[in-house]
């Protein structure tokens, strides 16, 4: 069973950066793809990056395309979401997940694994 714990949100002002963490145990982390996908109150969970097991290609919600950097460090079972220029918008719970087939797709249901979750608050 793999488990996934996301860290790293918090209250940040517009304009301004944040790092997600996401640590993964119990499972084999390099063979898997991952993904951060983001809920807000009263919407339903949406994509927001995936990565390849190797690094080698990812994949981002328009809405986040250039503000957005999605990483990972297979040695240390982490993937990391870098986000800059942010906007109240991206206000959102952020969920990390894991997809064994290792596509890397933007479906929740292409994913198998969920972490709990972490909050983002961008104030105005």
């Known amino acids: 069973q793999v488990q996934l714990v996301e860290s790293g949100g918090g209250l940040v002002q517009a304009g301004g950066s944040l790092r997600l963490s996401c640590a993964a145990s119990?499972?084999?982390?390099?063979?898997?793809?991952m993904g951060w996908f983001r809920q807000a109150p009263g919407k339903e969970r949406e994509f927001v990056a995936a990565?390849?097991?190797?690094?080698?290609?990812?994949n981002y919600a328009d809405s986040v395309k250039g503000r957005f950097t999605i990483s990972r460090d297979n040695a240390k079972n982490t993937v990391y979401l870098q986000m800059n220029s942010l906007k109240p918008e991206d206000t959102a719970v952020y969920y990390c997940?894991?997809?064994?087939?290792?596509?890397?797709?933007?479906?929740?249901?292409?994913?198998?694994?969920w972490g709990q979750g972490t909050q983002v608050t961008v104030s105005s």
């Open positions: 997940a894991a997809d064994r087939y290792g596509l890397g797709y933007s479906r929740t249901y292409n994913y198998d694994y």
């Open positions: 119990g499972g084999t982390f390099s063979n898997y793809a």
């Open positions: 990565i390849i097991w190797s690094g080698g290609r990812t």
